[in-house]
């Protein structure tokens, strides 16, 4: 079974960056989609941003295009988020999500094996 472990996370300052990583064991993630979600408080799960197994196709939300990078390295079997000029109201718990199929749409009903999450908090 494919289990992904978020990490990366962490306290910043609005306008600071941080990168976060998942990795996979029991398996490989080369041959999955993967997706970033993020959940704050009160709201419900957004996809942020999601990359084909081959990396060759990525989506962003709107609300990330521009500021949000994620990329891929497979032979490290590990997907990256690079955040940069982060906001407070990026505040929220990130997860990594897997799946067979790539679909430009983030959504998170379609990803089948997920991370635990990590905790991003954009304060000063």
């Known amino acids: 079974q494919l289990q992904l472990v978020e990490s990366g996370g962490g306290l910043v300052q609005p306008g600071g960056s941080l990168r976060l990583s998942c990795a996979a064991s029991g398996g490989t993630l080369a041959g999955y989609a993967i997706g970033w979600f993020r959940q704050a408080p009160g709201k419900e799960r957004e996809g942020v941003s999601c990359?084909?197994?081959?990396?060759?196709?990525?989506s962003y939300a709107d609300s990330v295009k521009g500021r949000f990078t994620i990329s891929r390295d497979n032979a490290k079997n590990t997907v990256y988020l690079q955040m940069n000029s982060l906001k407070p109201e990026d505040t929220a718990v990130y997860y990594c999500?897997?799946?067979?199929?790539?679909?430009?749409?983030?959504?998170?009903?379609?990803?089948?094996?997920w991370g635990q999450g990590t905790q991003v908090t954009v304060s000063s």
């Open positions: 990359i084909s197994s081959s990396g060759g196709s990525t």
């Open positions: 999500a897997a799946d067979v199929s790539w679909r430009r749409l983030c959504r998170a009903y379609e990803y089948t094996y």
